[in-house]
């Protein structure tokens, strides 16, 4: 099984990213759904709103988000489905945030 990849959706895609699916809730700002050319929009596999909220711009709380996210996932069919397809084909998380060491594909990637 090939490791997923991390990448911001505003980054540029490139040939070997593989099946790009973002990971996030809600649609970048200011990005068309064209120059993103993502494969696969897995909002069900984002964390919830309440959870996203709580975690906006307080890193200090990365652990207590993490944990809480991985609870939200227990059970979740988008992440079976995510985990099938890492399975078969190298996956490129799509993510929107800056901060690229903490945010949910982090802890997507360490599941998968």
């Known amino acids: 099984m090939p490791t997923p990849r991390l990448k911001r959706v505003y980054d540029a895609p490139a040939e070997d990213d593989g099946l790009r ?17 993502v494969d696969l929009w897995l909002k ?18 990365w652990e207590a988000f993490r944990a ?19 399975a078969k084909q190298r996956v490129t998380l799509l993510f929107g945030a800056r901060d690229e060491a903490h945010n949910n594909a982090v802890v997507l990637k360490d599941l998968l």
Request: glycine letters at 4%; aromatic letters at 6%.
């Open 44 to 61: 069900d596999v984002a964390p919830s709103d309440a959870l996203r909220r709580e975690f906006h711009a307080r890193p200090e709380r």
């Open 21 to 37: 699916v973002l990971v996030d809730r809600l649609w970048p700002r200011g990005l068309s759904k064209d120059k993103a050319k």
């Open 68 to 86: 809480a996210y991985r609870d939200e996932l227990e059970g979740n069919p988008a992440l079976d489905e995510l985990r099938e397809l890492a």
